[in-house]
């Protein structure tokens, strides 16, 4: 059974293309939810994957992105304020 676990993800990369090309690769894999930060499902070896495609796309000299993996407890703490969109649930049930 392959877990998934909820990753954020955030940029801040001045070019606009290569922030446009990783926003298009982050918007396949998870769901934006501020201008510059996704919240995405994955399980570590898709996050790898994705965390390797990210490193093509940025100028590691003038980019940067964070990627922070959410335990259940440390995502149960999650507040909103304002404009709350909401965000893919973490399945209780995982079928293979």
Known sequence: MRRRARYI?????PDDRRRLRVAKLLEGHGERVQYSLFEC???????????GEVRKRI??????V???RLCGECEG????????????????????
């Open 59 to 64: 100028d590691e000299e003038e980019d940067s």
């Open 66 to 68: 964070r990627a922070y």
């Open 9 to 13: 993800i955030a940029y801040d990369i």
């Open 41 to 51: 499902l994955l399980t570590a070896r898709q996050f790898e994957t994705l965390w």
């Open 77 to 96: 703490w999650t507040r909103t304020v304002g404009r709350e969109r909401p965000t893919a649930e973490v399945p209780e049930v995982y079928v293979v």
